[in-house]
Nanobody
Framework: QLRLVESGGGLVQPGGSLRLSCTGSEYVLDDTIIGWFRQAPGKEREGISCINFTFGTTNYTDSVKGRFAVNINYNENTIYLQMNNLKPEDTGVYYC??????????????????WGQGTQVTVSS
């Protein structure tokens, strides 16, 4: 069964960095697309990035381009979201999600099969 475990959230000052991790628990993430989402207080959840685990192709929403980067550690079956130059508007609960049987798709899917538990990111001075 596809399960995801997240870690790495916390409190950081504006301009700081954080790295979130998303690990496949008892499930190898080959042939999946991993998406990253966030939900700010009082707002709808938004997709910010996705990556094809097999091919490493990535997509980013405009608000995080140039500041966030997704990369993969295949040995650890883990995807990392490196967040740099964080802004107060980046505050929210961050989730990773997996879409299984992704094949060669390089675009972010509209639906996902499994979700991580979420991790809080707070950017504040």
């Amino acid at each position: 069964q596809l399960r995801l475990v997240e870690s790495g959230g916390g409190l950081v000052q504006p301009g700081g960095s954080l790295r979130l991790s998303c690990t496949g628990s008892e499930y190898v993430l080959d042939d999946t697309i991993i998406g990253w989402f966030r939900q700010a207080p009082g707002k709808e959840r938004e997709g910010i990035s996705c990556i094809n685990f097999t091919f490493g192709t990535t997509n980013y929403t405009d608000s995080v381009k140039g500041r966030f980067a997704v990369n993969i550690n295949y040995n650890e079956n883990t995807i990392y979201l490196q967040m740099n130059n964080l802004k107060p508007e980046d505050t929210g609960v961050y989730y990773c999600a997996a879409r299984d049987r992704a094949g060669i798709s390089t675009s972010c899917p509209p639906e996902y099969d499994a979700w991580g538990q979420g991790t809080q990111v707070t950017v504040s001075s």
